[in-house]
């Protein structure tokens, strides 16, 4: 493989999400890099620019077998000519219509050889208008699939929006796609280093790629530090999204925010044995126990909350307090997390995160990849993640788009913990199925 | 410019250097004059004797196809400019006669027709007939996709286009489509038997698909390791030779051929081939490398290289002209070399 690949980003959203202003906007910036533009025959670019290349998407089928292989011949020729001058530009930014599916433009850097050696798909980055977006989830296959593909979402024109807007948003974002970067932006302005050089597809950059793709799928949202007096507190909630929200309050001997992630694993076991039902005026206690806060259908709950000892403690909520309007009273807020969301949206577009602590036996995870593949390969959009195979003092790390798979031996793990972790990002995965059959391969 | 025999009986009758990318090359039948096309937009002109006659900008942006009129001596060119330009001059085409503009799109194929008397020219999906003055006869946008192959039919009345989902026959005074040949694949690059009887074409999934014209039947060659985007054929349509990596396959049309026979392979390169081409006349077949390295063969009377040249770069492409005395071979490398070679034809 060639090491001086040209890397080529993707630019996809929605007409009207801001592509064209992001595009125009990196290459207005001084940035030392010449660019060379492949632009959708819509696009207007705004600025002088020597090297811009009109395309018309050419989405061909390849008779390999595979049924998803998709891949853009147009492109595969813009860039085979792009070959033979590339001493003259540094870098080529790609921007798609606004109904294009990322995948046939992603398979193109996998399938074809030439474009293969020459350039490196260094990412796909995804506008998303903050105020239309929503409703395009719902009614647009391409919108799903373009927050799917990412690596990056730039969620723009946020002025148009609230805050609550915004959290939501980003959270069903997130939920679709738990490896992109989320930033938000107004007018498409977003630092130009955060969707270019990226590398979402180089596997040599897994680890410094995504931090919180290690983090596994709490089913908790939200965790806050709280300095509380002894005595009775009260946990004040409004009726929201949900009948019900389980919770529950941990004590720490010091109010740091290191202490409050390590307990996560922890407080997960703990709600994975379930919950204690509590109706408005029962009291809730720190402890190893998950209260179930059962909401009035009108009006606020109260629930006493009952402190032995003054000092640090940490209050694990399903759902985030905003939501619910949640508020500790008499207790002060030190800092808070929000984690990795639970699929608590029913989005058919979601991904699954699969962590497994046990090594795998290499041939049995095989064939559990040929069967996700062959019988979900056209519905699972991507998949990255690390595995840890019995017998192997080395971590690998793994990325795929539709059936095309790429693993690559990173480096031996050495004292670091070792486990599997796998995101898949697709279409109405099976997750029970999956995870079960995963945990078969167990060595 | 010194002419240098070399032990095998062949000339390096000159050589040339221009600080471009030869993105195209085409030799002159009539007079022997090398037409490059570079990726800065320019051409530039060599006598038959490796003098640069002129180099000028033909085209915004980069130069994707040249063609020579084999009865006048104009040259055609297209650009990565969405035009068409024909070059016209008494001596030499020296000025831009006409230019052909297209909607949008490179101008990739440009060609033509055996008699001379008509040209086409390709960008994207549409095609464009014009007379061998360059007058505009007709247009159309009836392809499929874009057009990733043009040839000539012997008769100069029709062409051959290929683009995704097959071949077609297309008329030169209606660009209607009259024919069709479905395939539902990726077809990126399509070479005519010079009889007119075969078109066989690359295909994007690692195979070469074909039809005989006359009755429409089809058959493929799949199981190549990579994709055979360069096909030629020899002179009397006997012999198809692709290339795929670093191996040419041979398929004879001889006979029963090729259908259920296995190919002859020609192993002589190291990294992949990136041009093809037999000559004109007689069998002797040129194919240049990644590495600078450039083979000549005679398929069928020995499956070693009865020539080798090299130079520095990539070759990125091969011309030949013949006479009945001689063959010479225009060689272009990706450092902007031109290097020109003659020897008796087919080694006799």
């Known amino acids: 493989m060639n090491a001086a690949r040209i890397p080529v980003t993707v630019l996809t959203g929605f007409l009207g999400s801001g592509k064209t202003t992001l595009l125009n906007r990196i290459l207005s910036e001084h940035h030392g890099q010449r660019i060379a533009v492949i632009e959708n025959e819509f696009g207007e670019i705004g600025v002088d620019q020597d090297l811009v290349i009109n395309a018309d998407e050419e989405v061909f089928e390849m008779n390999n077998g595979c049924i998803c292989c998709t891949v853009r011949g147009d492109l595969i020729r813009i860039l085979s000519s792009l070959m033979k001058r590339r001493d003259k530009f540094d870098r080529i930014l790609l921007e798609t219509t606004g109904l294009a599916n990322p995948g046939p433009v992603a398979q193109t850097f996998f399938v074809d050889d030439d474009v293969r050696e020459h350039f490196a798909l260094d990412g796909i980055v995804t506008l998303a208008d903050a105020r239309h977006l929503p409703s395009r989830l719902e009614d647009s296959e391409e919108a799903r699939e373009q927050i799917a593909f990412a690596d990056v979402i730039v969620i723009n024109k946020t002025d148009l929006v609230n805050q609550h807007e915004l959290d939501t948003l980003e959270r069903r974002l997130r939920a679709m796609n738990s490896v992109a970067r989320v930033s938000r932006a107004r007018h498409a302005s977003v630092p130009v280093e955060e969707v270019l050089g990226i590398g979402g597809f180089d596997l040599a950059r897994a680890l410094e790629y995504k931090p919180t793709m290690l983090e596994p799928e709490y089913p908790f949202e939200w965790a806050g530090l709280f300095e509380c007096p002894a005595g009775e507190l009260s946990l004040e909630l409004a009726p929201g999204p949900d009948p019900a929200m389980s919770i529950m309050l941990a004590r720490v001997d010091q109010a740091s925010s290191a202490r409050l992630l390590e307990l996560a694993p922890g407080v997960m076991r703990t709600f994975a044995l379930g919950p204690v039902d509590r109706e408005a005026g029962q009291d809730v206690f720190a402890g190893e126990v998950v209260h179930r806060l059962v909401l009035r259908r009108n009006g606020k709950s109260n629930y006493p909350v009952l402190i032995p000892n003054a000092g640090p403690y940490v209050l694990f909520t399903q759902h985030l307090p905003e939501e619910f309007g949640m508020k500790l009273g008499g207790a002060r807020l030190v800092d808070q997390h929000q984690f990795v969301a639970a699929h608590t949206h029913d989005e058919s577009v979601r991904s699954l995160n699969f962590t497994v602590r046990e090594p795998l036996h290499a041939a049995k995870f095989q064939h559990w990849l040929d069967r996700l593949l062959r019988e979900n390969g056209t519905t699972l959009f991507r998949m990255k993640g690390f595995l840890n195979f019995s017998g192997s003092a080395d971590r690998i790390v793994i990325q795929g788009v539709h059936m095309l798979v790429d693993t690559l031996v990173l480096e031996p793990w050495g004292d670091q913990s070792r486990a599997t972790q796998l995101v898949l990002i697709g279409k109405d995965l099976d997750e029970e199925d999956l995870h079960s059959r995963l945990r078969a391969c167990i060595a | ?348």
């Open chain 2, 1 to 348: 410019m010194s002419a240098v025999l070399d032990s095998s009986g062949v000339y390096q009758h000159w050589s040339a250097g221009l600080d471009d990318y030869p993105v195209v090359l085409s030799v002159c039948g009539r007079s022997g004059r090398v037409a490059v096309g570079e990726s800065g937009g320019r051409v530039s002109l060599f006598g038959r004797d490796g003098t640069l006659i002129r180099r000028w900008r033909a085209h915004a942006d980069a130069v994707m196809a040249l063609a020579w009129n084999p009865s006048t001596g104009d040259l055609l060119s297209g650009g990565q400019d969405g035009c068409a330009r024909l070059w016209r001059g008494i001596t030499v085409p020296d000025h831009e006669h006409c230019k052909i503009a297209f909607a949008k799109a490179w101008v990739d194929h440009v060609a033509f027709n055996p008699q001379g008397t008509r040209l086409a020219a390709c960008a994207g999906r549409e095609i464009i007939f014009a007379n061998a003055d360059g007058e505009e006869v007709v247009r159309a946008c009836d392809h499929a996709s874009t057009v990733t192959g043009l040839a000539w039919r012997p008769n100069g009345e029709q062409v051959v286009t290929a683009c995704y989902g097959g071949i077609q026959y297309v008329r030169a005074d209606s660009a209607l489509i009259k024919r069709r040949f479905k395939w539902s694949g990726s077809l990126i690059s399509l070479a005519l038997s010079p009889d007119g009887n075969v078109a066989a074409c690359g295909c994007q999934d690692n195979s070469v698909h074909f039809w005989r014209l006359a009755s429409g039947v089809d058959a493929m060659m799949s199981g190549y390791a990579a994709k055979p985007a360069l096909l030629s054929w020899r002179a009397d349509s006997g012999l198809l030779a692709v290339a795929s990596g670093a191996e040419i396959t041979l398929w004879s049309f001889e006979g029963q051929g090729p259908e259920g026979m296995r190919p002859e392979t020609l192993d002589g390169h190291d990294r992949p081939i990136t041009t093809l081409a037999f000559a004109p006349r007689g069998a002797c077949l040129v194919s240049g490398c990644r590495d600078g390295e450039v083979l000549c063969w005679l398929p069928g009377r020995s499956a070693r290289p009865v020539f080798r040249h090299s130079g520095d770069g990539e070759v990125t492409r091969i011309a030949w002209a013949c006479s009945d005395e001689s063959s010479s071979l225009v060689i272009a490398f990706s450092i902007g070399e031109i290097h020109q070679l003659t020897f008796r034809r087919d080694f006799k």
